[in-house]
């Protein structure tokens, strides 16, 4: 089955520490996105991908960093620069000729101890 | 960063009734998305829209792109208990600026 794969569903991570949230998509897309979701707001954009090995900052890169050395994979790193990193965090591809990001993850809730 | 404004913030129906929510901006966009998120899942595109004025549906659901290209409209027909959950909608200025999302609509089904 095609689609986008997040991992872990569900982790913890104590103070000071940095933990990576993976996200692989076997739809062969070339863009890829990070998004960040707090309770009763919408969607902000972290990082994004267009092709291998370029990315470019979202509204709130702070605190986060990313790679992108394959089409499949867009892992996302939140630091521990990162001043409330609590949230449901979402990754999201398309594909070539899109212009709109179709397809999202099952996201990672990312919890902080 | 810019936020749409999305109403009302949360619909408490009766199943079998019909929904309305909307999406108003400040801005012209060029595109207007209409995303579904059940709990603890992702967001599912239900509909996109490219052209002012254009009218498109889904099943039971219908949206629309504003004249002005400052608003959007969904509507769900005859609602049905798997209709629970939040829609959001997001608008793009031009095919390489980022989406901007709305804080969503939680419909909830009263029993």
């Known amino acids: 089955d095609g689609g986008i794969t997040q991992s872990p569903k569900y982790l913890f991570r104590k103070e000071g520490q940095n933990v990576t949230l993976s996200c692989e998509q076997n739809l062969n897309h070339d863009a890829m996105y990070w998004y960040r979701q707090d309770p009763g707001q919408g969607l902000r954009l972290i990082y994004y991908s267009q092709i291998v090995n370029d990315f470019q900052k979202g509204d709130i890169a702070e605190g986060y960093s990313v790679s992108r050395e394959k089409k499949e994979s867009f892992p996302l790193t939140v630091t521990s620069a990162q001043k409330n990193p609590t949230a449901f965090y979402l990754c999201?591809?398309?594909?070539?000729?899109?212009?709109?990001?179709?397809?999202f993850g099952q996201g990672t809730r990312l919890t902080v101890v | 960063g810019q936020q749409l404004n999305q109403s009302p913030q949360s619909m408490f129906i009766q199943e079998g009734e019909d929904v309305s929510m909307n999406c108003t901006s400040s801005s012209i966009f060029n595109t207007w998305l209409w995303y579904k998120q059940d709990p603890g899942e992702g967001p599912v595109l239900l509909i996109a829209l490219y052209k002012a004025g254009e009218l498109t549906s889904n099943g039971r659901l219908t949206a629309q792109f504003g004249t002005t290209r400052k608003d959007s409209f969904l509507n769900i027909s005859a609602s049905i208990p798997s209709d629970v959950g939040i829609y959001f909608c997001?608008?793009?200025?031009?095919?390489?600026?980022?989406?901007?999302w709305g804080a969503g609509t939680k419909l909830i089904i009263k029993p």
């Open positions: 997001a608008g793009r200025k031009d095919s390489n600026y980022q989406l901007i």
């Open positions: 999201a591809s398309s594909p070539p000729g899109a212009i709109t990001e179709a397809f």
